[in-house]
């Protein structure tokens, strides 16, 4: 008997040659739509990516169904985000709707509707091996989208197919063409449906108190003024201002932020962000926890060159020391990679850094309360 796959069928070409191919494969397929939370301020596309959906659906020949899940991803990703965001870090959305929604809440309510998998169409492999499954980066490695799943767990990956994820990008538009689908040629989403068209901080605004604040120097000093601490991460080149007649023409880099005081502490040198470790929490270990210390290669961010680093620790918290500093904010998440092979990851939540040139720290300390008062 042919087993039951209930697809996340988004209305975009991913998943709908995901559902194709599981066809083709002589699986029982059931397109689904997935309706997620959007702020009545904001106009979004799930109208019509709904309509894509279902068009997809009849011409692939397979039933199709939506669910609701407006409320648990409003709950489990929009105001993790929004909460993040206000104390200063910069939290990923994608991980936590793969995590709460599609790995959560959707696959719960396939399995209660009879599905033996879920799909989606994300690039990404999944492989089995001795005891378990891994989680393998997908063959197109300009879209491989493993990053974004390294919170998953063995018994997520073994009741999960992602069908395109041995294929390139351009394999997966020619089947599209083959098969007659009618969004072989709709392009790539952009960004976050909830956000939509409008910057973040038009949104974040309606949901945070955005006030302007001091920019400092190392030492103190304010040179500039910046729209809202929160809207900041470390690294950041543009969004502020730099007032101070002699230095309003040298790039300047956001090297610290605090949210509670409203203030961001910038420099002219790059490399001032950049920190030689972090302290991660929420560690998922995709396959088992490995011997520590565990040398891996990481990301800090989706699309990032991978770089080499060692994982230590023994309980909860696990500090990962870079080969070579490198920027990292709080909030971010770290992903584990040994070579093809994503081994987990999990979530900043603090980047020591010593002083970096110029910079006096304790005088920096005291001075941004003061500073921020001002504000």
């Known amino acids: 008997m ?3 796959v209930f697809v996340g069928l988004s209305g975009g070409v991913d998943s709908a040659v995901s559902s194709a191919l599981l066809k083709e494969r002589g699986f029982n397929v059931v397109g689904v739509f997935i309706k997620i939370w959007q702020p009545e301020f904001i106009e979004c ?28 991803y409003k709950k489990t990703v929009v105001e993790q985000m929004i909460e993040g965001y206000a104390k200063g870090i910069t939290p990923n959305p994608d991980v936590l709707c793969n995590r709460s929604i599609k790995f959560g809440s959707f696959l ?17 492999r999944i492989e089995k091996m001795d005891g378990g499954y891994a989680l393998l980066r997908g063959k197109d490695k300009e879209k491989d989208q493993s990053y974004f799943l390294h919170l998953l767990g063995q018994q997520d990956l073994a009741r999960a197919i992602f069908p395109v994820g041995g294929l390139l990008k351009s394999e997966v538009r020619a089947h599209a063409r083959r098969l007659r689908l009618p969004v072989a040629e ?7 449906c909830f956000v939509g ?13 955005l ?33 101070a007649k002699d230095r309003e023409k040298r790039p300047y880099y956001v090297i610290e932020v605090s949210a509670k005081d409203n203030v ?16 991660l929490s929420d560690v998922n270990w995709v396959s088992g926890k490995p011997r520590m210390p565990k040398e891996v290669h990481v990301q800090a961010r989706y699309r990032e060159v991978p770089f080499k680093a060692t994982v230590d620790g023994s309980g909860n918290d696990l ?11 709080p909030g971010q998440s770290i992903v584990f990679y040994d070579g093809e092979r994503c081994l987990g990851g999990g979530v900043i939540i603090k980047v020591p850094r010593g002083k970096p040139r110029g910079i006096v720290g304790a005088r920096f300390a005291r001075t941004v309360s003061q500073q921020a008062a001002r504000y």
Do not use: C
């Not at 709709?186 to 976050?192: A, E, I």
């Not at 961001?264 to 302290?279: L, T």
């Open 264 to 279: 961001i502490r910038v420099s002219p040198d790059i490399n001032d962000a950049a920190s030689g470790k972090v302290v």
């Open 186 to 192: 709709k392009p790539d989403s952009q960004g976050l």
């Open 319 to 329: 500090i990962v020391s870079f080969q070579e500093p490198h920027i990292a904010s």
């Open 211 to 243: 006030s302007k604040g001091a920019v400092l120097d190392g030492n103190g000093v304010v040179i500039g003024e910046h729209e809202g601490a929160a809207l900041y991460t470390t690294g950041q080149r543009h969004g502020f201002s730099i007032t």
């Open 45 to 72: 596309t799930w109208a019509a990516d709904r309509i894509d959906a279902m068009r997809a659906a009849v011409a692939i020949g397979i039933p199709f169904r939506e669910i609701d899940l407006s409320s648990d």
């Open 108 to 124: 719960d309510w396939a399995e209660q509707e009879g599905a033996d998998h879920i799909a989606t169409g994300h690039y990404a």
């Open 197 to 209: 068209d409008v910057s973040m901080k038009d949104f974040l605004s309606r949901f945070i108190r």
């Open 2 to 4: 042919a087993k039951t």
